[in-house]
């Protein structure tokens, strides 16, 4: 063989042996990456699966609970209030104090209230007016009910008629007068005026009429009070008088009205004796010879006439204005005296009052219970009406409302069992009482209202409770993170477990709820196939699951 | 002699081929598990297919701007007329058979802030404030506790994430007890672990903590947060048959 063959033999065997060589390797890598996977299938399987909690299916109570928030406040408090002002020395309780009826609770400075003192002196001031005024003659006192508005007004008409029936009669008589000099003017001027003549006449007619009335009216004076006729007896009465004054002692009343008339009668005689003077005087004066002399004379007769009218009517209106003045002025005192009697009056109930209801120098409990709050402290002044402390009465406790909605107040009843859910009011306990519409919004919420019991509770303070019905006691319960829900209902997973060579698997396993009869805050009352022992429901997952996956459990991933 | 030498003689190409196989298993094994990983963060947009396999359900999603001032009331007209649309549109492939009424699911939410405070601590945090089915549509992944439903008897429930336990309480444990927010207390229905998803662009779309209460605790207030989102599962029997019942609804035609 040549040495060339024996190199090509000798190559191809070489290349034989790299195929086989090549060969053995990607078998020998193939081998080892199947061992690998071998190896880490499980545990990667096991890595891709979701993580589940479970926990045990079983039967107990589902607490149904309405929860809130209230404030505690007193049943019935007894706010001790005072109605004066005053200041008080010294406090004799604190709160939390137990006192019983007639317990000092206040002591107070002095003995009168300052109400009473300013009565006392508002009163005085009330009466020392009251007897100015009467002294003046600004009021008419004892007053009794004349102070009637009707009869005022009535009055007032009377005497304003009077004054409107003068004025209208000056009015009259002076128009009359005017149309007689009209006429007297048209008849020409005479030498001869008579006018001032005539004027002078009436003005003694005047006189005569006055001086007459006042000796008609002395005469009606001394027969309303001595009876009998005084022209019978004035000339006696007169010298007894006089008598009496020449002697230096003082006449009667009697003999004074003799006096007054006698000199009454001379004046009159008097003015009837110038009346005749001036009446003489006008009728010489009418003696000259004037063609219209008699009409002049009438006419001049007519304006006198009517100037006497005049007169007349204008004291008479002047005589009703004057008693217009003196009526109003009399009704004004007794107005003024009544209200200010009755100002008096009421002054001096109120004072009666006032002391009557004095505090004196304490304040006392006038109720048993306990001293709830204080809001005085010693030398703090009180105010009327001021509620100065509380007492929470013996028998009387403590209240709270809660609002909720009303589909909430629809789930519990009066007299469910109530849980306190502060844990520092120890001891205390709460009963619902009442179940009202809310004052705010009585459509869509209800009032809950608890009565409580304990001895840490303050008024003000705040309280949790939680009201319903813990006595429901259901064959199957789950925790409420385990229901499901999909378009076919209701459902929960369960762990079904398979025994599998190297270990154990575990599948969720859907199980239809047919029923949820109710749910807390935790847990949820079901109706479903499913035994209420040793079966265990999956409540939460790394991932959504589907039904019939393989999952593992969060323990065994630990 | 020379045979036995390179038989002893490591034999580097098949040692680097076979660490490459290795490495290439593992790498396939982790592929694995992020792809599975990735499904998680899908579970808002498949509420449909959760609940009917996606045939006879559509789920339509609405944004509210706040100046419309959309709360409570608004919410029941809003369910009033799209029940009213689909009994004037009459399919009766639409209607549960025993109710006569169309199978309809809603969810909505506004944000607002609240101030809180627990055992441990006080913070102001972002606050969702939800209602109707809100968890159906968005289940957040519960570390302990439950969800809150519009059902429920009592409103004042709150959801709080991890890092808001740790604040207001110093731990992560803490279902059932009471947080204060206003005068009112509040409970802790549950812990939550916060994942991305599109519940954090709802919101701010900030990494603070954040709490979940229900609407229902501002029914009374006078000045309740305005709704910005609200979504509909309904029945879709025939292609775009929601999306037309919702659109022939005047009050969301005229929603700008």
Sequence with gaps: MSEETTKVIKNEEEGKSRKREWIKNIAIIFLAVMLVLTFFSNTIMNYSLPQVSTEAVTSGNIKNQVRGKGTIELIDPYNVTVNETRTISSVHVQEGDLVEVGDVIFSLKGEESEELEEARTELKNAETEYLKNILAGNYTPNAGTDVDLASIQKSLATLDAAIQNAENNVVYHENLKAEYERQLKALGEYNNDTSELSKQVAAAQLDVDNKQTAVDNLKTQYKNIYGGDIDEKYIALTEAYNAAVEAGNTPTDEEKMGYDYTKALDNLAKANKTLAEKKYNLEIAGYNTDPNATKKKELNTAITNEEYQILIWEKAQKDAEDNRSEYVKEMTGKIDAAAASEKITALQEKIAKLEKDALGSEITAPVAGKIVSVSKVAGESTEPKETVCVIQMEGKGYRTTISVESKQASTVRVGDEVTIEDYFYYGVTANLVAIQPDKEDPKNKKTLVFDLNGEDLVPGGQISLAVGDMNSYYNLTVPKSALRQDNKGDYILILESKSVPFGTRYLAKRVDVTQIYATDDFSAAIEANVEPWGVYVITNATRPLKVGEQVRLAEEAK | ?256
């Design chain 2, 1 to 256: 002699m020379e045979e036995n030498a390179k038989k002893k003689k490591l034999n580097i190409p098949r040692l680097v081929m076979l660490a490459t196989g290795v490495l290439l298993a593992l790498l396939v094994g982790i592929f694995a598990l992020v792809l599975e990983a990735g499904k998680k963060s899908l579970t808002d947009q498949t509420l449909v297919n959760r609940w009917s396999d996606g045939k006879e359900f559509a789920q339509i999603s609405l944004f509210i701007s706040p100046s419309q001032y959309v709360t409570n009331d608004e919410i029941g007209l809003y369910r009033h007329e799209i029940e009213s649309g689909y009994k004037t549109k009459g399919m009766v492939a639409a209607f549960e058979p025993e109710t006569g009424n169309p199978n309809l699911m809603d969810a909505y939410m506004a944000t607002t802030t609240m101030d809180l405070k627990g055992e441990y601590g006080s913070k102001t945090l972002d606050t969702f404030c939800v209602g109707g089915d809100f968890f159906l549509f968005h289940p957040v992944r519960l570390l302990s506790g439950n969800y809150f439903s519009e059902d429920d008897l009592m409103h004042d429930y709150i959801l709080l994430d991890e890092e808001a336990a740790w604040d207001l309480f110093g731990g992560t444990d803490v279902a059932g007890k009471k947080v204060e927010w206003n005068d009112m207390e509040l409970v802790v229905a549950g812990i939550y672990r916060r994942e991305s998803g599109e519940i954090e662009t709802l919101a701010a779309g900030n990494s603070e903590p954040k709490v979940f209460v229900s609407y229902d605790l501002f029914k009374y207030d006078p000045a309740k947060p305005a709704i910005t989102s609200y979504e509909l599962l309904a029945p879709n029997p025939i292609k775009n048959y929601a999306t037309d019942v919702v659109n022939s609804i005047t009050v969301f035609r005229m929603m700008p």
